[in-house]
């Protein structure tokens, strides 16, 4: 810290380090802010396709049981179709993936949102005025107290991520089915 001619500290470093630390929270938090409406949209677009996905496989499947009923059960087309079958049945199980991966951004969406809170909370300390900010000591309490406020918003979503398997969604743990 600087020392003026006059004795006093530099309060005027300590005020700029501040503004530098509210600058960068404010822009994480937009970044977050952007990461949860990426997250949300990949979500939608994931379960739309699913969805669709889903929905044309089990129509194919409805045709083909529909067709294998119409055929004799000595003909070659039966054979045929169960092999088909088989293919899309699986095909269907296989999407159910998305509920995984539905799962897994719904726990970084939680992470995301925290975060945001957390650095929220830090921007709100910044928000009264400094009592006295000809002096570097207020300046120097507000950085500490948003550095605190973001390092326990940090530790507590890395203590959600290993929380006891009993309380699933603070872990951001996924059900495998």
Not at 54 to 68: E, H, K, P
Request: some cysteine; glycine content about 4%; overall charge negative.
């Amino acid at each position: 810290m600087k020392t003026r001619p006059n004795g006093s500290t530099d309060a005027s470093d300590a005020a700029k380090a501040a503004d530098l630390l509210v600058t960068v929270a404010s822009t994480l938090n937009e970044r977050l802010a952007v990461t949860a409406d990426e997250l949300a949209r990949s979500q939608a677009l994931l379960r739309e396709a699913s969805e669709e996905l889903m929905t044309a496989f089990r129509g194919a499947a409805d045709r083909i049981v529909a067709a294998q009923r119409g055929a004799s059960a000595a003909s070659e087309k039966s054979d045929e179709y169960g092999i088909v079958l088989d293919h899309l049945y699986r095909a269907c199980q296989h999407l159910q993936s998305h509920d995984l991966v539905n799962q897994l951004i719904d726990a970084q969406k939680l992470r995301v949102d925290k975060m945001r809170e957390k650095l929220a909370q830090a921007l709100a300390l910044a928000a009264p005025p400094v009592v006295r900010p000809d002096q570097a000591e207020p300046w120097i309490e507000r950085s500490r107290a948003m550095l605190d406020c973001i390092v326990a918003g940090i530790q507590q979503i890395d203590q959600d991520a290993r929380a006891p398997l009993g309380d699933k969604h603070r872990a951001g743990s996924v059900d495998l089915f």
